[in-house]
């Protein structure tokens, strides 16, 4: 992997500076694996839980060394027509039809059927070329010529049998095509694989990635994250809005707030001109965070003592 | 420091995480990427290229702080001075002792592990042995002998120094008993495991000890990922199938012949759909506590299952399984709290007739039953003709008796009766057993 910012990726703590200078905060754990995975030019399979910036940390590599982000979405029922190249039919069919006349000069002059498919034969595999591929993500994050970042996004929702397409371009960044060959990746691209953990994900993919398991983030990190995404929200606010949020996460509900709602419920309190946190406040607020009906019951139940408690928390 | 990540792996192997030679391979880049200077970060390294899920993230973490934890002979704290003053050549290790040279110690005792080779220690049992191999070759012989020699002095001096010595003696043998200990831990899991998850695939369900249960909980969740895994493929070929050139041919005559849409061959398979009907008395209580786990457990996207349980009378039991976690609803069953089941005499007629009075419209002719008892019907009406209509309504019906075969029809069994209406009817009174029957459901 050769690439214009490298020097970043040279040590745990330059990765950690450049993440923060792309406004992710990312912890020490989060830092070191991704500086291994880049020195020994393997895929790093992400999990966590929903929300905790899985997607967001394959973009903000792509940022820090200003490489172009290539994205496949996974889902079910994805194949390799749609992750890896697709022969371009209709360009195909539209230049036999132009070339007809041109094939008739080209067996002008044969006298026997066997000729004329000895004359085709010298002009084989003209149509399977790489004029008629189309390159999908995976192919075209192959074909990147200064590197790339590839995001593989939720491989848990594709079906096994992608799962056994992936395996190949992951260990020897190459994919196969029978009519042309294998073609092998110009520069390697740095691979995110995300995955939310719905399905158990095959061993043999698993082997060849590196392993990176993102939690949610505890008090200290998350302010920094509000600070530097959020700068307009005041210390106090910031404190007291986190020690909520972490609250809510040891309640027992159906859909953990995630960081990304964290953010939005700062920016929400921001609009508002919020001061500090309230029970009101909260309580007309709570659906920017909570998006079950039942949760927001859950939440609304312990409301005061909550409130109280990360009001103290974060310092009147 | 290659020898110690090498070790560090395969200790990491008995803690029951599957390392490839190609994540060991990454695991050795990895650590000469960082350096091992940073004990945080080559942790996080190694984690990363060698545990793949979070059960095994865990085991990596235990493993890694039992590891790294036994790096220097424990200081003891003796204030005591051995002293050298002696008219007898004394044997190394004594020498070792009363200078209390740790670091000499040290590499006498790795030498020691070296010779005995604890690392191949695979029962709790030859802990024994390794501690005396090592001890041995240490040189405790020589070490005996020279307390023994100088209790044969009498003089205070000697006395003195023999009564030291001992306690040296006794500390020496608590380090190295120590050390086998942890290396028995590290290194002696895995077989030990697996000998455990052999035996109790095959013990009688019914003599399990409740110290158990929890390493079966594991081995059933395994068995039901393997089930799981073997039927979502099954479920794939359905989906490809052949091409069936005469359904192509005549859907493409409108399209002269040219094959537009083509039209697959295509093997249907039903997800299977279950009744399982337990008997809940006491006599069956651990088989059906572990078959029901074994059903919820597959995913609910194979297997489609609505559950019954009877004891004196018949309830329905699936809402109980959609509320709470599979664990916690087993053992909410086989108490009875909150639901509304007697637990008196069990009475197969009767729960036969009300299954047969409220809810006979759920057997379709998909429906696999399955009827989990030993039929002892405390010489009750055993409604064999309800048992017949079930099964006639029904895809089949599966009797599984955890009485071993000679048992059935003795006393006031009444599986000799029933066994006419049930198209499979089997002993099941271990884990292997319940695979079995669960396999030949999907």
Redesign the interface.
């Known amino acids: 992997m050769k690439v214009l910012n490298d020097q970043v990726f040279s040590s745990?703590e330059s990765i950690q500076q450049g993440f923060k200078d792309v406004e992710y905060i990312c912890s020490?754990?989060i830092a070191?694996?991704l500086?291994?995975?880049y020195?020994?030019e393997?895929p790093?399979?992400v999990?966590g839980p929903a929300g905790v910036g899985k997607t967001d940390l394959a973009q903000r590599a792509a940022a820090v060394l200003h490489l172009p982000l290539i994205r496949l979405q996974c889902y079910e029922g994805l194949d390799e027509s749609k992750a890896i190249y697709e022969w371009k039919y209709g360009k195909q069919l539209l230049y036999t039809q132009i070339l007809k006349d041109k094939l008739k000069d080209i067996i002008k002059g044969t006298n026997s059927l066997a000729e004329s498919i000895k004359a085709l034969h010298k002009y084989d595999d003209i149509f399977f070329s790489y004029e008629f591929l189309e390159p999908r993500p995976l192919l075209m994050a192959l074909q990147q010529s200064g590197g790339a970042v590839l995001l593989i996004d939720e491989v848990d929702k594709a079906d096994?049998?992608f799962e056994a397409f992936l395996l190949e371009a992951l260990s020897d960044f190459q994919v196969s095509i029978p009519e042309i060959g294998t073609i092998q990746a110009e520069c390697k691209p740095f691979v995110f694989l995300t995955s939310n953990n719905t399905k158990?994900l095959s061993?043999a993919l698993?082997?060849?990635?590196?392993?990176?398991?993102i939690p949610f983030p505890n008090a200290k990190m998350e302010r920094e994250i509000i600070q530097i995404r959020v700068p307009e929200v005041s210390e106090r606010l910031r404190r007291q809005l986190v020690a909520f949020i972490q609250q809510v996460r040891k309640l027992d509900i159906k859909k953990m707030p995630s960081i990304s709602e964290t953010i939005d419920w700062a920016r929400v309190l921001l609009v508002l001109n919020a001061e500090k946190l309230d029970v009101e406040t909260v309580k007309e607020t709570l659906h920017v965070f909570l998006k079950f009906q039942e949760d927001i019951g859950v939440v609304k139940e312990h409301l005061p003592e909550m409130t109280s408690n990360a009001v103290k928390e974060g310092g009147e | 420091m290659e020898q110690v990540l090498h070790d560090f792996i395969s200790s990491l192997r008995s803690f029951g995480v599957r390392i490839s030679t190609s994540e060991s391979i990454d695991a050795f880049r990895a650590a000469e990427l960082v350096g091992y200077e940073d004990r945080e970060i080559l942790k996080t390294s190694l984690s990363a290229a060698l545990a793949k899920t979070a059960v095994e993230e865990e085991k990596f973490n235990e493993c890694f702080a039992l590891f790294f934890s036994f790096n220097s002979f424990p200081d003891n704290e003796t204030e005591h001075i051995l002293r050298a003053d002696s008219q007898h050549p004394v044997s190394p290790l004594t020498r070792m002792l009363i200078s209390q040279s740790h670091a000499e110690l040290m590499a006498s005792l790795m030498e020691a592990v070296e010779e005995a080779q604890t690392n191949e220690i695979k029962f709790f049992t030859q802990k024994g042995l390794y501690t005396h191999r090592i001890l041995s070759h240490m040189g405790i012989d020589g070490l005996d002998r020279d307390i023994r020699l100088f209790r044969q002095e009498n003089t205070p001096g000697s006395i003195q120094q023999a009564v030291q010595l001992q306690e040296a003696r006794d500390r020496l043998f608590e380090n190295v008993r120590g050390f086998v200990e942890r290396e028995h831990d590290l290194y002696a899991r895995a077989p030990t495991e697996d000998m455990m998850e052999r035996y109790l695939k095959n013990a009688k369900l019914g003599e399990l000890e409740k110290s158990d249960y929890d390493r079966m909980y594991v081995i059933v969740r395994k068995m039901a990922k393997r089930l799981s895994d073997i039927y979502s493929r099954r479920m794939r070929s359905f989906r490809r199938g052949h091409l069936d050139a005469r359904k192509t041919l005549r859907k493409n005559m409108a399209y002269e012949g040219i094959p537009f849409d083509i039209k697959w061959k295509k093997k249907k398979i039903d997800r299977p759909d279950v009744i399982v009907i337990c008997d809940v008395s006491r006599s069956v209580a651990t088989v059906v506590r572990f078959f029901l786990l074994l059903v919820y457990s597959l995913n609910k996207a194979i297997i489609k299952t609505r559950s019954f349980i009877f004891c004196s009378n018949i309830i329905e039991a699936s809402s109980v399984f959609d509320d709470y976690p599979v664990q916690e609803a087993v053992a909410k069953l086989q108490t009875g709290t909150g639901l509304d089941i007697e637990l008196g005499s069990t009475d197969y007629g009767r729960a036969f007739l009300d299954f047969r009075k409220n809810w006979l419209d759920a057997v379709t002719r998909k429906t696999s039953v399955i009827i989990l008892g030993d039929a002892r019907n405390n010489y009750g009406d055993p409604q064999t003709a309800t048992l017949s209509l079930i099964r006639k309504r029904s895809k089949r019906v599966i009797w599984l008796n955890p009485e071993s075969r000679a048992f059935w029809g003795t006393g006031d069994s009444e599986m000799k009766k029933y066994l006419p209406y049930c198209n499979i009817a089997r002993e099941c009174n271990t884990l292997s057993h319940l695979e079995r029957a669960i396999d030949s459901l999907l």
């Open positions: 745990v020490k754990h070191t694996t500086y291994v995975a020195n020994l393997k790093v399979l999990e096994e049998e158990e061993d698993k082997r060849r990635c590196l392993h990176l398991f």
